[in-house]
């Protein structure tokens, strides 16, 4: 048996662009784009669902379906996955570039999904390697240690992530062989004996979060930053430490690579709105371009 629901914005949604956040690479079991369906596996408060959600382009309406125990949840969420708590209107500026770049386009909006370990498990094995090795690391472990998605989401190849429970299971060599490093798996099984305070931040403003979440060893500024940013849809939260980041916001506005500590200084007057003005500046001006040395994978099998 499933749920259905209907969603009627009230203002434009993509729906792509809005759930690409969530896809961890083109292989990630716990999302699917088939046709115009983008199918979910989650792990709600109330069990596991599988979620589908269409848009209709001509009028903007998001019709959902869902499947599982957690069917009822998930389908509840879905205007808060698209945006709806999410207050855009309220950024103003009179910054040139970015005054420009708001003629051209939309104020970005921010989605939740509400479910924190969902996103802080992908966010650590994301820590400190190349998209490749954390994609393939929890790509393979949502595919050894997850569950099939409940419904028709079985049948398109949709898996759950792994349960607090069967995280803590997993031996050591079996997270290097994903391969996980033994700093990250350990960060994932600090926050794994937690897991039930680490839900319950969802309802916190994003400096409480990040306060919480960086008391479990191995969880950093950079981690919370991604965790806030699909998890509470908090439009102020910025992954001060990623590789490029700095580098392109700077190339953006300048024409010159910046670092972290001038891409703060730049970012502070536009609290709390910080994200979303860096959202904005990657939507108009894009990446810079990659000429320097890259990031090599890195590999933790025995020899």
């Given amino acids: 048996m499933s749920a ?14 809005m759930l690409r956040p969530l896809r961890r690479g083109l292989g990630d079991p716990t999302y699917k784009i088939i046709g115009e369906d983008h199918w979910r596996a989650i792990r709600t408060p109330h069990g596991p669902a599988t979620l589908r ?5 001509a009028d903007a309406v998001v019709e959902s379906e869902a499947w599982g125990e957690g069917a009822e949840w998930a ?9 709806a708590d999410d207050r855009p209107e309220e950024f103003r500026t009179d910054d040139p570039l970015l005054a420009t770049l708001l003629e051209r386009f939309e104020v970005p909006r921010f989605g939740r999904t509400g479910l924190v370990m969902e996103a802080l498990v992908p966010s650590i094995i994301e820590q400190k390697v190349t998209n490749h090795e954390a994609f393939r690391g929890f790509g393979n472990l949502v595919r050894r240690f997850g569950e099939a998605a409940p419904g028709p989401g079985a049948d398109h190849g949709l898996r759950l992530q792994p349960s607090p429970e069967a995280l803590r299971a997993i031996p050591s ?9 033994p ?7 600090q926050a794994a004996r937690v897991a039930s305070a680490v839900e319950r931040t969802a309802g916190l403003p994003g400096e409480e979060v990040e306060r919480r979440l960086t008391t479990i060893p191995g969880v950093g500024e950079w981690t919370v930053a991604e965790v806030r940013q699909r998890a509470l849809g908090d439009p102020d939260a910025v992954s001060f430490g990623d590789y490029h980041l700095a580098k392109d916001v700077g190339w953006a506005l300048t024409n010159a690579a910046w670092d972290d ?3 703060r200084d730049y970012l502070e007057s536009f609290r709390p709105h910080r994200a979303r003005v860096v959202a904005l500046i990657y939507r108009g001006a894009g990446k810079r371009p990659r000429r320097g040395p890259k990031m090599s994978p890195r590999t933790h099998l025995p020899s």
Avoid: H, I, N
């Fill in 173 to 181: 060599w079996d997270w290097l062989r994903l391969p996980v490093d």
């Fill in 261 to 263: 500590d001038r891409l």
């Fill in 183 to 189: 700093a990250r798996s350990k960060a994932v099984l």
């Fill in 75 to 83: 389908l509840e969420q879905v205007p808060a996955l698209l945006g």
């Fill in 4 to 17: 259905q629901r209907t969603v009627r914005p009230g203002y434009a949604v993509g729906l792509a662009s």
């Fill in 53 to 57: 959600l269409r848009q209709r382009d």
